[in-house]
């Protein structure tokens, strides 16, 4: 039962982080914080983050040769910004938000949780969850503010991930989930009734459920399992 619970805590964090980003675009949507302050807030929290997982083990060398790829990829983005701004202008932004919302939740099932499963695919969810981020930049009010999304979508989703999986405890889990009900409280309470319900979903009953149907598992044992070869001792 532990380990039930203990899985389905690593899916809430997730959940979490998806909701997190999916706050940071309601405000950038209103414009309730600027692009350029949103900008400076993210990469100074990848700087922090990149020498937390590095710890002592960092190298300046190693540093450096990051530093270049993460240039490059931003000014990459900065120079397609425009153009994946108006990607989608031809449809509808309740399509895009319908869109959006199954594509997160692709993201969410093919996700590595650290355990080892036929669907799992760090590929598909990580493509996924870029994909639904170019969405929702389509949506924001200039190319700027499409750029500071997608950043803000690749820390979360592509580097996050990795820093997350070093620090993860049930403090940083429970840290996330009242930063969450923080920001969501003041959007709608519907939203927010929706989010934890979920994760009591996830956390509480998932889990029951699972221990209670492993009463009702039965291994079948015939001919097409794999043959095993058996040493006898001679006397």
């Known amino acids: 039962p532990q380990e039930a619970f203990a899985g389905a ?23 309730r914080i600027g692009a350029k302050v949103l900008f400076c807030q993210s990469a100074i929290g990848t700087i922090v983050g990149y020498f937390i997982y590095a710890g002592r083990d960092i190298q300046l060398a190693k540093f450096v040769e990051d530093s270049k790829t993460a240039f490059a ?18 449809i509808s932004t309740d399509t895009i938000f319908s869109m959006t919302f199954f594509v997160l939740v692709l993201h969410l099932i093919f996700f590595d ?11 598909i969810s990580l493509n996924a969850a870029i ?15 499409a750029f500071v999304l997608l950043e803000v979508a690749a820390v979360f989703f592509a580097l996050g991930p990795f820093l997350v999986r070093k620090l993860y405890s049930v403090q940083l889990l429970v840290l996330s989930i009242v930063v969450c009900c923080y920001f969501l409280q ?11 319900s979920t994760l009591a979903f996830v956390n ?6 699972f221990v209670r149907f ?9 001919p097409w399992d794999e043959a095993v070869v058996v040493e006898e001792s001679t006397p």
């Open 214 to 222: 492993q009463t009702y598992k039965n291994n079948i044992n015939g």
């Open 73 to 90: 990829v931003l000014v990459f983005g900065f120079i397609f910004s425009p153009l994946l701004h108006t990607l989608t202008n031809s």
């Open 131 to 145: 994909f639904g981020s170019i969405c929702l930049a389509s949506r924001l009010s200039s190319s700027l503010h």
């Open 9 to 31: 805590t690593r899916l809430s964090q997730q959940i979490s982080v998806v909701t997190a980003f999916l706050i940071v675009f309601h405000h950038l949507y209103l414009e």
């Open 113 to 123: 949780y650290g355990v080892s499963a036929a669907f799992v695919s760090k590929a």
């Open 204 to 209: 509480l009953f998932c889990p029951w459920l």
């Open 186 to 196: 003041s959007i709608s309470p519907i939203i927010l009734y929706t989010y934890i």
